[in-house]
């Protein structure tokens, strides 16, 4: 990561240099352009002033000698030869015609006698005629030269130096950037890895509100609860244990006493051993219900349409025997037709665990089933006459392990969690009415078609 981002300045910098070259290469060409434009103008000008001093046959000298000035000023030697070659006039004569002290002070400015280099020559017009030839070479005027160079070097310093402060600039930007940058990154690492070692309680510090901060968010929210996981299943693990050794001592010295002869009701001591070996198969029924719950966290939804008209007396129905060995009545009070897409399984594991509280908990009456829709939810309600729950236990009764009463020999005090669980996988709702001696309705209100 963070030598991504540094490669990625880094391409950023090297197409500036890039672009950076370009662009004075451009200025340097623009430069002789300007530069070799002024000097075919002058040449221009100096040719067309030649030639306008060509009149009926005969050149007029004053007029030529002011153009050879004029040209020597702009740094040009000149040499003006007739059609059969002779020198007319030139910068050399010019100069030589020139009082002395005039001639020193002109040959400091140009340089005429050290001036070397090939002539370049045109042919000169007048109406359509070859009248002549110009003959023309720059002046080594050093000055000219130097300031050249000096605005060339300039440049290119001025360019190299301002690429220099950009580049160092945005390379130490590019560096400290990535390093800010993949600093989260490098902590979530670290703090996965703690995870990795079974060390659940790591958190990352996030202040950030970009997707780094929301990552860390998910990661801290996974961690705590991958904590509460673990937590859980300790407990769970020592409950079970717990739960185990009760009917299990108790079966080794019922069995123990029937072996010695110790018991003499014989009939007793095996009904003793059956009704904790019932116990255990609860037991294991309870924990299978606690890893279907939990498994159904991670899979999906299998939900299948039904009709609660039908699903719902499906149910009570292979729970009649076992109210009728209590003196109770189950029935479902409502008969209308109610399609609704769930996943049974659940539901059914969910209705199941309420009846079965409501069977354990009720001595007379029984339990009555309504059904029906809210909004855009359909509820199951199912109401008991049972003992009914005190008040200020209600907020405990999802917890795992929570049990009303201790000394009560059935029960895990696994049922509502697991239903809780299942309820929150379906994105649905359970609530709890309850009075003391008068009963308890337990109404769940879930999704009425696929989310
Ligand atoms: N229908 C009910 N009537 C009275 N008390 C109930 C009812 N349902 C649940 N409870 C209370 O809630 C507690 C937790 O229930 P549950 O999680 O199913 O555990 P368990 O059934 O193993 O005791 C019960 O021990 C009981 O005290
Ligand atoms: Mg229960």
Same mark, same amino acid.
């Given at each position: 990561?963070?030598?991504?981002?540094?490669?990625?300045?880094?391409?950023?910098?090297?197409?500036?240099?890039?672009?950076?070259?370009?662009?004075?290469?451009?200025?340097?060409?623009?430069?002789? @352009?300007?530069?070799?434009?002024?000097?075919?103008? !002058?040449?221009?000008?100096?040719?067309?002033?030649?030639?306008?001093?060509?009149?009926?046959?005969?050149?007029?000298?004053?007029?030529?000698?002011?153009?050879?000035?004029?040209?020597?000023?702009?740094? =040009?030697?000149?040499?003006?030869?007739?059609?059969?070659?002779?020198?007319?006039?030139?910068?050399?004569?010019?100069?030589?015609?020139?009082?002395?002290?005039?001639? @020193?002070?002109?040959?400091?400015?140009?340089? #005429?006698?050290?001036?070397?280099?090939?002539? !370049?020559?045109?042919?000169?017009?007048?109406?359509?005629?070859?009248?002549?030839?110009?003959?023309?070479?720059?002046?080594?005027?050093?000055?000219?030269?130097?300031?050249?160079?000096?605005?060339?070097?300039?440049?290119?310093?001025?360019?190299?130096?301002?690429?220099?402060?950009?580049?160092?600039?945005?390379?130490?930007?590019? #560096?400290?950037?990535?390093?800010?940058?993949?600093?989260?990154?490098?902590?979530?690492?670290?703090?996965?890895?703690?995870?990795?070692?079974?060390?659940?309680?790591?958190?990352?510090?996030?202040?950030?509100?970009?997707?780094?901060?929301?990552?860390?968010?998910?990661?801290?929210?996974?961690?705590?609860?991958?904590?509460?996981?673990?937590?859980?299943?300790?407990?769970?693990?020592?409950?079970?244990?717990?739960?185990?050794?009760?009917?299990?001592?108790?079966?080794?010295? !019922?069995?123990?006493?029937?072996?010695?002869?110790?018991?003499?009701?014989?009939?007793?001591?095996?009904?003793?051993?059956?009704?904790?070996?019932?116990?255990?198969?609860?037991?294991?029924?309870?924990?299978?219900?606690?890893?279907?719950?939990?498994?159904?966290?991670?899979?999906?939804?299998?939900?299948?349409?039904?009709?609660?008209?039908?699903?719902?007396?499906?149910?009570?129905?292979?729970?009649?025997?076992?109210?009728?060995?209590?003196?109770?009545?189950?029935?479902?009070?409502?008969?209308?037709?109610?399609?609704?897409?769930?996943?049974?399984?659940?539901?059914?594991?969910?209705?199941?665990?309420?009846?079965?509280?409501? #069977?354990?908990?009720?001595?007379?009456?029984?339990?009555?089933?309504?059904?029906?829709?809210?909004?855009?939810?359909?509820? =199951?309600?199912?109401?008991?006459?049972?003992?009914?729950?005190?008040?200020?236990?209600?907020?405990?009764?999802? @917890?795992?392990?929570?049990?009303?009463?201790?000394?009560?020999?059935?029960?895990?005090?696994?049922? #509502?969690?697991?239903?809780?669980?299942?309820?929150?996988?379906?994105?649905?709702?359970? !609530?709890?009415?309850?009075?003391?001696?008068?009963?308890?309705?337990?109404?769940?209100?879930?999704?009425?078609?696929?989310?």
């Amino acid at each position: 990561m963070k030598t991504k981002i540094f490669l990625a300045f880094f391409t950023v910098i090297l197409t500036a240099l890039l672009s950076n070259f370009i662009f004075e290469w451009l200025i340097m060409r623009d430069f002789e @352009n300007y530069i070799s434009g002024v000097k075919e103008d !002058q040449l221009y000008w100096i040719t067309v002033s030649a030639e306008s001093s060509y009149e009926s046959g005969k050149w007029n000298l004053d007029i030529l000698s002011e153009t050879i000035h004029w040209a020597m000023i702009m740094g =040009i030697d000149i040499k003006i030869l007739d059609l059969s070659g002779n020198e007319i006039i030139s910068s050399h004569k010019i100069m030589e015609s020139l009082p002395h002290v005039m001639k @020193n002070g002109m040959e400091g400015l140009f340089h #005429l006698h050290t001036t070397t280099g090939i002539f !370049q020559e045109y042919p000169l017009y007048r109406r359509g005629k070859i009248i002549g030839t110009l003959s023309s070479r720059p002046f080594q005027k050093k000055e000219i030269a130097e300031k050249e160079a000096v605005f060339k070097k300039r440049t290119r310093n001025f360019l190299l130096i301002s690429f220099l402060i950009a580049g160092i600039g945005s390379l130490i930007i590019a #560096l400290l950037l990535s390093q800010y940058l993949s600093k989260p990154i490098r902590n979530l690492k670290m703090a996965a890895e703690k995870i990795e070692h079974g060390d659940f309680s790591v958190r990352t510090l996030t202040k950030a509100h970009d997707e780094v901060g929301k990552l860390s968010d998910v990661f801290n929210k996974m961690a705590e609860s991958l904590q509460k996981e673990e937590k859980l299943r300790k407990q769970l693990m020592s409950n079970i244990a717990h739960e185990l050794r009760t009917p299990l001592t108790i079966i080794k010295t !019922q069995v123990e006493a029937l072996a010695d002869g110790v018991i003499t009701d014989k009939e007793k001591g095996l009904e003793n051993i059956d009704g904790e070996i019932g116990r255990l198969i609860n037991l294991v029924k309870g924990i299978e219900d606690v890893t279907i719950a939990e498994a159904s966290f991670f899979s999906r939804l299998e939900e299948t349409e039904i009709n609660l008209k039908e699903f719902l007396p499906g149910v009570t129905a292979e729970l009649l025997p076992l109210f009728r060995d209590k003196n109770l009545h189950i029935e479902v009070l409502d008969d209308k037709d109610l399609f609704v897409t769930v996943d049974v399984e659940k539901l059914e594991i969910i209705i199941r665990n309420i009846i079965a509280n409501s #069977l354990k908990f009720t001595e007379k009456g029984g339990v009555s089933i309504h059904y029906g829709i809210d909004i855009n939810r359909f509820f =199951i309600e199912i109401r008991d006459t049972g003992k009914g729950i005190p008040e200020n236990k209600i907020p405990f009764i999802f @917890n795992r392990f929570y049990r009303g009463d201790k000394t009560d020999s059935h029960g895990l005090g696994l049922g #509502l969690a697991i239903v809780k669980e299942l309820i929150n996988v379906m994105h649905g709702e359970i !609530q709890v009415k309850s009075m003391v001696g008068e009963g308890t309705s337990f109404s769940i209100f879930l999704p009425l078609s696929k989310r």
